[in-house]
Nanobody, 125 residues
Framework: QVQLVESGGGLVQPGGSLRLSCAAS????????IGWFRQAPGKEREGVSC????????YYADPVKGRFTISRDNAKNTVNLQMNSLKPEDTAVYYC??????????????????WGQGTQVTVSS
C-alpha cells in the first residue's frame, strides 16, 4: 500500500516562501504520478499541482501558476512543492496523493487516493 507523508508547512508572512515535501517509504516515488492538493477551512479540497511519472510533465492550477513549482528529488525519494510569493489565500492544509485512475484529472480530488495526513500552511502577517 502506498503511504505518503507531507512535511514542510508552517507560518510565513505574505510574500514569503515555503517548500513542502511528499515522502514515501517502501517504494520508489518516481514510478508514481503525484498530485498536491489543499483544503482551507470550510472549503472543498482543491487541486494545486501534479507531476507525471512518465514524462515529468507538470500541471498547475490557475491560482498558483507562476508562484509554485513541483519537482522530484529522486535521491531523497520525494516530490516537492516550492511555494513562492505566498498569499493569505494560500492558507490551507496541503496534501499529496496518487491517482486512482490512468485518466485522472488533477483538479478532481476524487480521482486520487493514498492521501497523507497533510501539512498546515498559514500565510499571515
Amino acid at each position: 500500500q502506498v503511504q505518503l507523508v507531507e512535511s514542510g508547512g508552517g507560518l510565513v508572512q505574505p510574500g514569503g516562501s515555503l517548500r513542502l515535501s511528499c515522502a514515501a517509504s517502501g517504494f520508489t516515488l518516481d514510478y508514481y504520478h503525484i498530485g498536491w492538493f489543499r483544503q482551507a477551512p470550510g472549503k472543498e479540497r482543491e487541486g494545486v499541482s501534479c507531476i507525471s511519472s512518465s514524462d515529468g510533465s507538470t500541471y498547475y492550477a490557475d491560482p498558483v501558476k507562476g508562484r509554485f513549482t513541483i519537482s522530484r528529488d529522486n535521491a531523497k525519494n520525494t516530490v516537492n512543492l516550492q511555494m513562492n510569493s505566498l498569499k493569505p489565500e494560500d492558507t490551507a492544509v496541503y496534501y499529496c496523493a496518487t491517482p486512482l485512475y490512468a485518466d485522472y484529472d488533477c483538479d478532481r480530488s476524487a480521482d486520487f487516493g493514498s492521501w497523507g495526513q497533510g501539512t498546515q500552511v498559514t500565510v499571515s502577517s
